[in-house]
C-alpha cells in the first residue's frame, strides 16, 4: 500500500512521518512545505498585519521558552534526507508529484489548507491529524484554548478525512491525553502528538489490511474556528499562568475514542 505523508516541518511532525514510514508492507513518499515562503509572506503581511504580528509574538515566546529545544528532546532531532521540500503543497508541479506516486491514502499533520484537487488523489481518502477536538476546537491552536479556557476535558487530538470545509470531515478518531498538575501546554502538546500519531499507525495498518475506507462518524455541532488572529500578544502573556492555574490538582486519564 502506497501512502503520502504531507507534513509540517517541526521535529513533532518528523516524528508523524518517520512512525508512518516504518510501517511494515507500505511503501511511503513524504513531502514538507516550506512554513514561511516568501509568496505566502507577503500575502500575510498585506491582507492581515495582525495575524502576522500575533504569529510572530507566538514565536517569540515559544523562542523563549526553548519550545523547539524541548520538542527535540521530546520527540527526537529526526533527520528525513528522502522527504521533498515544496514552496506550496497547492501548485501545479506539487499536485502531479502526488499523481505520479499514485497513492492509496493521503496523511497530514501540520500543513496549511489544501485544494480538493490534493484531497482527492488517494483511493482511500486523506486523512488529517487535527490538535484539537473537533467539532467544538477547530482551527489553529486548538490544544492551546481549551487549556486557557480550563475546557480541559475537550483537550486532544481529532484524526479525521480532510474536505473542503477545514476541520470538518468525517471523524476516525479522537485522542485525549492523560493531564496533571505537573502538565504545561509544551507537555500537554506533545503527549498528545505522540498518542495521535501512535493512533494513526493503527488506523493505516487498519486500512492496509481490510483495503477499504474507515466509514467514520460525522462531526455535528458548529463549535468554534479559532484564527491566529485570536492568539494576541496578550492572551500569549496571560497563557502560561491561566494554564497553570486551571491545571492545577488536575487528574485526567488518557483514553481514545475510534469509529472503526
Not at 107 to 113: C, L, R, W, Y
Amino acid at each position: 500500500m502506497r501512502v503520502l505523508v504531507l507534513k509540517g516541518t517541526s521535529p513533532r511532525h518528523n516524528y508523524f512521518a518517520k512512525e508512518i514510514s516504518e510501517i511494515k508492507g507500505i511503501e511511503c513518499k513524504m513531502i514538507t512545505h516550506q512554513r514561511l515562503g516568501k509568496k505566502r509572506l507577503k500575502k500575510m503581511i498585506s491582507k492581515s498585519p495582525l495575524t502576522f504580528f500575533n504569529r510572530v509574538s507566538k514565536y517569540l515566546f515559544q523562542k523563549l521558552r526553548n519550545w523547539n529545544k524541548k520538542e527535540i528532546a521530546f520527540f527526537g532531532n529526526i533527520d528525513l534526507k528522502e522527504q521533498i521540500e515544496v514552496e506550496s503543497l497547492n501548485s501545479k508541479s506539487s499536485i502531479e508529484l502526488m499523481k505520479d506516486f499514485v497513492p492509496d491514502l493521503l496523511v497530514a499533520f501540520g500543513i496549511p489548507i489544501i485544494s480538493n484537487k490534493v484531497i482527492e488523489i488517494p483511493k482511500f481518502g486523506a486523512i488529517n491529524l487535527h490538535g484539537g477536538i473537533s467539532p467544538e476546537y477547530k482551527g489553529g491552536n486548538t490544544i492551546f484554548w481549551p487549556l486557557y479556557k480550563g475546557d480541559l476535558n475537550k483537550t486532544g487530538a481529532t484524526l479525521h478525512y480532510m474536505v473542503k470545509k477545514v476541520d470538518s470531515g468525517k471523524i476516525i478518531s479522537k485522542v485525549y491525553p492523560d493531564i496533571n498538575g505537573n502538565d504545561t501546554e509544551f507537555t500537554v502538546s506533545s503527549k498528545t502528538f505522540k498518542y495521535a500519531t501512535e493512533e494513526m499507525v493503527s488506523i493505516i495498518e487498519w486500512i492496509k489490511k481490510h483495503q477499504e475506507k474507515i466509514l467514520g462518524k460525522e462531526q455535528t455541532g458548529e463549535g468554534h474556528l479559532y484564527l491566529a488572529k485570536h492568539r494576541t500578544f496578550f492572551v500569549d502573556l496571560l497563557g502560561s499562568i491561566k494554564i497553570r492555574k486551571n491545571l492545577k490538582n488536575v487528574s485526567i486519564d488518557k483514553r481514545i475514542e475510534q469509529f472503526y
